[in-house]
Nanobody, 130 residues
Framework: QVQAVESGGGSVQAGGSLRLSCEVS????????MAWFRQAPGRGREAVAG????????YYTDSVKGRFTISQDNAKNTVYLQMNSLKPEDTAMYYC???????????????????????WGQGTQVTVSS
């Protein structure tokens, strides 16, 4: 059974940092396209960062470039989202998403599309106060 389980959300002041974790099971970890999405109240789900585990290729939406870093730990089957210099507008529920793929190009093209993913975590809340 495929599972993606997030942890690490919380509340911080603007300028602070948080690290989110997403442990994935049921996939061959070396061939997964993964992404972090977020959804603020009243807004649609937005792709934040993506990663192809087979190559370590990473992708970011413009609003988080230079502040967020997505990374992987193969030994722990875990993908992380390190969030620095957090802003109030980063407040949202954060979700990790995963899909198995042997094609790195699929991830580079489709990482930001919700319908690309088969498995989603339950979400973890991030709240940034000003």
């Amino acid at each position: 059974q495929v599972q993606a389980v997030e942890s690490g959300g919380g509340s911080v002041q603007a300028g602070g940092s948080l690290r989110l974790s997403c442990e994935v099971s049921g996939y061959t970890f070396s061939t997964i396209c993964m992404a972090w999405f977020r959804q603020a109240p009243g807004r649609g789900r937005e792709a934040v960062a993506g990663l192809y585990t087979g190559a370590g290729s990473t992708y970011y939406t413009d609003s988080v470039k230079g502040r967020f870093t997505i990374s992987q730990d193969n030994a722990k089957n875990t993908v992380y989202l390190q969030m620095n210099s957090l802003k109030p507008e980063d407040t949202a529920m954060y979700y990790c998403a995963a899909i198995g793929s042997n094609i790195p190009r699929f991830c580079s093209i489709s990482w930001s599309l919700e319908h690309s993913y088969r498995n989603w975590g339950q979400g973890t809340q991030v709240t940034v106060s000003s």
